[in-house]
């Protein structure tokens, strides 16, 4: 009522009382899409019906009727007006403003335009999370017009979409923990939709009791969502009465999950100490590791890339989402350097270069996983990650091989709180509580933190939409033809210590005995195979 806006985590903004609707005060993608969307004319529409003042539902009608008369079809002032996404949702306030207040000449018309935009098959996205909202939005639009031949277009569409966009394991093709959230809760609301107008949902709607699992094996120990693609580090996945509520919760209530070890078919590993049976959730360890396709819709190229948790905090950290607006910033969230992996200097990363799930193990003892890639031009780079059950250890063997001369980085990003130090072959950190080491083993790699770099950028973590932090990153440099690493991580409520000694490296893996506090285990890995062995 007084031109204030406050979309999504933005600050409120005071704008014109007659808006040009080419606004964006922050000069972000998200914001301007959220502007043209209009879902705060529902609050006003709310506002008049708590308090039974019309005055907000007049200036929400009003705020409606100035959109259509400045944004024309093919002639509006802003590419936001008439975006696939921003469509779809707008047509979803029409339709509920249809519902609440009385039917006048320019809503009619606009429905009838919207409801014969989103029809097109044109302007139809065919595929994601945009695709289902403009048929949400078709839906809602056919219902209020009685038309029976868009909702009957809605329900089919959604009845392909679904197959495509949830695999058989309920997992979503978007490529990211956040935005498996957000279709589910996307879905769920299209299938009440369809139930409420009639249609029949189809089977791959029973997909949807699938996802709840994967957002609770994609939970950290302190209840948020691992950070991989597009997520937010704020994000929780409580869904009532599921085991992703048990995750969120950190065991508060929900049924509990079985399994604390799962593959998943489209390129997630999640692993973890336990539910909270033998220590408090919150602290059990948790680790991650992707492979599968190049980035689509909201995912990175975060092939091989191993996130860490444990005693309550992220150890390392996939920096997250940051904005959807284009800037050197978003470059880097989106890019290679922004993942736990190893980096080449002045090469380009291949975006459809594939990660290959070359071997997968998983015993009583031991987590074994090997992948391989090959998205730097003329180089291939395998990551063989092993992890102690027993010893809560991991121990990880990057080789990379090209007939030229390169310089490699293996990056761990680590929490913006981390306090890090540095020695000849160790990287650890000091904080209060969740701690780890990452000591080198082989190939005497230079050692060296970066925090906070603007060019080229570095060293940022980004927990909420548009905001980030510094944060340092370890990195650890060789050059050559044949460059090997073999690092020990090692997770630690207070001060990290671990031993290592008796290495033995060979060209197909390595031997060594890990020693945390007084127990010892001896590790072989030779290609393919593993032995642990406990000494102590």
């Not at 704008?15 to 301007?32: G, S």
């Not at 948790?309 to 150890?315: I, P």
């Amino acid at each position: 009522m007084a031109n204030g806006y406050r979309l999504g985590t933005w600050p409120l903004f005071t704008l014109p009382a007659d808006l040009k609707w080419t606004e964006n005060p922050p000069a972000d993608a998200n914001w301007a899409f959220q502007l043209h969307s209009a879902r705060y004319v529902l609050d006003l529409i709310a506002a008049s019906r708590i308090t039974a003042d019309l005055a907000y539902q007049d200036r929400g009608l009003a705020l409606l009727q100035d959109w259509i008369k400045d944004n024309p079809r093919h002639s509006s002032p802003s590419i936001w007006a008439w975006n696939d996404h921003s469509t779809a949702l707008r047509a979803v306030v029409l339709a509920c403003t249809a519902d609440l207040t009385p039917m006048t000449t320019w809503l009619h018309d606009s429905l009838i335009l919207h409801g014969e935009t989103l029809a097109d098959p044109g302007f139809y996205r065919m595929h994601g999370n945009h695709a289902l909202n403009q048929n949400i939005g078709l839906l809602e639009v056919a219902r209020v017009l009685g038309r029976a031949d868009w909702l009957t277009l809605a329900g089919n569409r959604m009845n392909t979409l679904i197959t495509e966009s949830i695999d058989s394991e309920g997992v979503t093709n978007e490529q990211s923990v956040g935005y498996e959230l957000y279709n589910y809760k996307r879905y769920r609301l299209a299938e009440n939709r369809m139930l409420a107008v009639g249609l029949t949902p189809g089977d791959g709607f029973a997909r949807l009791a699938l996802m709840p699992e994967f957002l609770a094996q994609a939970t950290i120990p302190n209840g948020y969502l691992e950070m991989i693609g597009d997520t937010s580090g704020i994000q929780k996945a409580s869904i009532t009465g599921t085991t992703a509520e048990f995750a969120a919760t950190s065991g508060a209530s929900g049924p509990k999950p079985t399994r604390t070890i799962v593959r998943f078919r489209a390129g997630y590993l999640f692993a973890r100490t336990g539910w909270g049976e033998h220590r408090p959730a919150a602290d059990e360890t948790f680790f991650s590791v992707n492979w599968g396709a190049g980035p689509v819709f909201h995912g990175h190229p975060d092939g091989e890339n191993l996130t860490l948790a444990s005693f309550g905090s992220r150890l390392l950290v996939d920096p997250g989402l940051y904005s959807y607006t284009s800037s050197s910033y978003r470059t880097f969230f989106k890019s290679r350097s922004a993942n736990n992996v190893v980096t080449i200097d002045g090469a380009t990363w291949n975006t459809a270069a594939t990660t290959r799930l070359l071997g997968y193990t998983a015993t009583a003892h031991y987590v074994d996983v090997r992948l391989g890639t090959a998205g730097y031009a003329g180089v291939n780079q395998t990551r063989h990650v092993t992890y102690s059950r027993g010893l809560d250890y991991l121990l990880v063997e990057d080789r990379n091989d090209s007939s030229s001369v390169h310089t490699y980085r293996q990056l761990w990003h680590l929490s913006q709180d981390s306090r890090p130090a540095v020695g000849a072959s160790s990287v650890w950190t000091q904080k209060a509580k969740g701690n780890l080491i990452v000591r080198q083993l082989a190939g005497a790699p230079k050692l060296d933190l970066v925090k906070g770099r603007t060019s080229p950028v570095q060293g940022w973590i980004s927990y909420s939409y548009g905001t980030k932090v510094a944060a340092p990153v370890a990195e650890a440099v060789q050059t050559g033809r044949h460059v090997r690493y073999l690092t020990l991580i090692v997770p630690s409520s207070g001060r990290p210590t671990a031993k290592a000694s008796q290495l033995v490296l060979t060209s197909t893996g390595y031997s060594v005995t890990i020693t945390i506090g007084v127990h010892s285990e001896r590790v072989t890995v030779s290609g393919s195979s593993i032995w642990m062995h406990t000494l102590s």
